[in-house]
């Protein structure tokens, strides 16, 4: 069984981008030959992703322009958040309102690329394999940014959160609509259902083995900008 349907979250402000973020969201900044949500849509669209959400909020309209001229050849639903940011947890929740199976949840501010499809098929093993939601996370030594503290730890495939964590989430997961089943709110936090999940035993993970790059702060897009990287 494959998964078919993808979402990406892209409402964010990118306060942290600034002046950048001013006139571009961020998902639309470019490094190498591809933007940030290009790379996301591509790499959920070579898994063999059919359909995918997409949520938008800051400069919406250039980001709808640009799936417009891309004519993507898989469908693309846009979840406007134009009038209430529902942050991840709730944006997730209402972009995929229409989803009834598995579907993968991607953040476009890590730098993804086609070294990262096999990790995807590897954690789309894992989810079907063990039948629990799954993050891939990064060992912080990977990481092109050394500021990041860690936000879970993996101990033969189980994710737990300790008072310090070895592991960073690279920002793709695969969920189903099961896991929103004890929520109430409409605007929440990823970290509410993680907690919970991980409290129950039910949250499960993969390592990945790339560097890490994430896309934060304005410095660290210069630092980024300065490595040339091309695809």
């Known amino acids: ?3 078919k349907q993808g979402m990406i979250l892209a409402a964010g402000l990118g306060k942290r981008m600034q002046p950048i973020t001013l006139k571009t969201p961020k998902p ?19 898994h063999g ?31 406007d958040e134009k009038d209430m940011l ?18 993968v ?13 096999n990790e995807l098929k590897d954690l789309e093993d894992l989810y079907f394999k063990k039948k629990k939601p799954c993050l891939l ?5 990977l990481s092109f940014d050394s500021s990041f503290k860690g936000d879970f730890n993996l101990q033969d495939g189980v994710i737990s959160r300790d008072n310090t964590n070895e592991f960073i989430f690279t920002g793709l997961q695969i969920l189903d ?3 929103f089943n004890s929520i ?22 993969n390592e990945s083995k790339k560097k890490f790059y994430h896309l934060n702060t304005k410095e660290m897009y210069d630092k980024i900008l300065n490595l040339k990287i091309t695809d």
Not at 192 to 204: G, R
Request: hydrophobic content about 45%.
């Open 1 to 3: 069984m494959k998964i």
């Open 28 to 46: 639309l900044i470019q490094i190498g030959n591809k933007n940030l949500l290009e790379r996301a849509i591509e790499l959920l669209i070579n």
């Open 49 to 79: 992703i059919e359909e995918i959400a997409i949520n938008v909020h800051h400069l919406s309209d250039q980001i709808k322009d640009f799936i417009n001229k891309k004519k993507y050849k898989v469908k693309i639903i846009i979840s």
């Open 86 to 103: 529902l942050d991840t947890g709730g944006g997730i929740l209402h972009a995929t309102r229409s989803f009834k199976k598995p579907f």
């Open 105 to 117: 949840a991607v953040n476009p501010d890590t730098l993804w690329s086609d070294a990262y499809c």
């Open 137 to 141: 996370l990064v060992n912080k030594n």
């Open 177 to 179: 609509e099961s896991v």
């Open 184 to 205: 109430k709110d409409k605007i929440f936090s990823m970290n509410k259902i993680w907690d919970y999940l991980i409290e129950n035993n039910f949250l499960v993970g």
